[in-house]
């Protein structure tokens, strides 16, 4: 309720009036400006209520957070990107403000962070998991929600739906479809009359034409684990879908070893003995920029470096070949594999918000451009974007037959696989140690199953 000057004045001056100590001209002064402070002190607090009284019907947003863990941190400002895109979204629709707290540890230990935060029931909300390696385990101790009700899975093509099934749900959405083999820059091949090889005793020719010209063959890029890993995936794949195609069954039940398919190490041996030096020097992206710049002519790596490739040279002409294993040439094949996945946490606070930014990730709209800056195959139907060339080359082999689906092996193993083919260049461990272990630490991942 507002008052008038004077009545402020009145107030004043009664009090002022109980003092005979004060000089008359000095007393109204005061009685004066006090009076005009108390009217704009009453004012402010009544358009002060005004502003709330009008406010009251537009309550602020409600506040939701997401912690989401992703296991590439070379495309972090691109999910950043994409977060406020949702972000904005639920704001400016839903009236709610959600802050994504976004956590990308180093490839070399995301697996390891995850299964510990998994384990000691600090799960995030949402988080990224390799669909044919971990979905079986993490499924198995309750790590995954079950998402077949949820409306990305009726976009899925059927058989990228079907690499993140698992006891008749799907509890995963696909985020990387792949075809791959190596990497070989196409210029270099054509410089020196080189098609790729499809057995060893070709890769052995290749390999000696290039070292004969002064170009080394192979980009050599060991410091990070999971780059030479990648040698043993592609060549145990080929061994064992022409080879040994029980091996992974065999070995589950106790009844295999890897003496059994002990051939892999040949391109292995190869490779190392033909690549560039001081390989442990070299991680993802120092490796991409080699390669770019053809200080070699093949890398045994996946398009899924394309990004890192295409930034240190845009102008570099490469492609995707299967590599060769044995003498068969049917034994070189593209591997096919749904990778990085993402899954939601069954403990999620905000599972609501969890779902509805998970299948954003696959929004008929806006995931299309964002599959198409991660140079990212299409994994749903309306995906209709063009893929790249080399993407295209490697489904050639696909249609002819030459592919394999990725095989499922225990998390372990590829674990111990990585870190004792770094100690095999090095010439810390033997290839009969490296059985040994290999063979050990897939009986005891079976056990932990048990």
């Keep these: 309720m507002l008052i008038s000057v004077k009545d402020a004045v009145r107030v004043v001056e009664y009090n002022y009036r109980r003092s005979r100590k004060e000089d008359t001209i000095v007393k109204r002064t005061t009685i004066l400006a006090t009076a005009i402070l108390l009217v704009a002190l009453f004012a402010g607090q009544a358009f002060a209520a005004g502003q709330n009284e009008s406010s009251a019907g537009e309550p602020g947003p409600e506040k939701v957070e997401l912690k989401v863990f992703m296991s590439f941190p070379r495309f972090q400002d691109q999910f950043e990107s994409y977060f406020e895109q949702f972000r904005q979204k639920q704001l400016a629709e839903n009236n709610v403000d959600v802050t994504i707290k976004l956590e990308m540890p180093n490839a070399e230990q995301a697996d390891q962070i995850l299964r510990t935060r998994l384990a000691s029931n600090d799960a995030p909300d949402l988080f990224t998991l390799h669909a044919i390696a971990d979905i079986p385990t993490y499924y198995q101790a309750g790590y995954l929600s079950d998402l077949s009700d949820q409306p990305f899975v009726d976009d899925l093509y059927e058989g990228v739906r079907d690499t993140v099934t698992y006891d008749s749900k799907v509890v995963a959405l696909p985020l990387e479809s792949l075809a791959w083999g190596y990497l070989y820059n196409k210029d270099i091949f054509a410089e020196h009359g080189l098609t790729p090889p499809r057995t060893i005793s070709e890769m052995e020719a290749v390999a000696e034409t290039l070292n004969d010209a002064g170009t080394p063959p192979f980009v050599l890029a060991f410091q990070e684990s999971w780059i030479p890993q990648l040698m043993m995936a592609l060549s145990l794949g080929g061994t064992v879908n022409t080879e040994a195609p029980d091996f992974v069954e065999a070995m589950n039940a106790g009844n295999a070893s890897y003496a059994d398919v002990a051939q892999v190490f040949e391109i292995i041996d190869l490779i190392m003995a033909n690549g560039t030096e001081r390989p442990f020097e070299v991680g993802s992206v120092a490796g991409s920029t080699a390669f770019a710049n053809g200080d070699a002519a093949m890398w045994v790596q996946g398009p899924w470096m394309a990004e890192s490739i295409l930034e240190a040279n845009p102008d570099v002409n490469f492609g995707v070949a299967p590599l060769p294993v044995s003498n068969n040439p049917d034994a070189a094949m593209i591997n096919l594999a749904t990778s990085t996945s993402v899954a939601v946490s069954p403990t999620s606070e905000n599972r609501e ?98």
């Excluded at 974007?385 to 225990?410: C, K, M, N, R």
């Design 353 to 450: 918000m969890a779902l509805e930014l998970l299948n954003y990730l696959l929004d008929e709209t806006d995931s299309v451009a964002l599959f198409q800056e991660l140079k990212f195959n299409p994994v749903a139907e309306f995906h209709d974007y063009q893929v790249f060339p080399w993407i295209e080359e490697a489904l050639t082999y696909v249609a002819e037959g030459h592919a394999y689906l990725d095989l499922s092996l225990p998390g372990a193993v590829t674990d111990e696989t990585a870190k004792l083919l770094q100690s095999y260049y090095s010439g810390q461990v033997t290839q009969d140690e490296i059985i040994t272990t290999l063979d050990r630490t897939w009986n005891r991942a079976v056990a932990a199953t048990q």
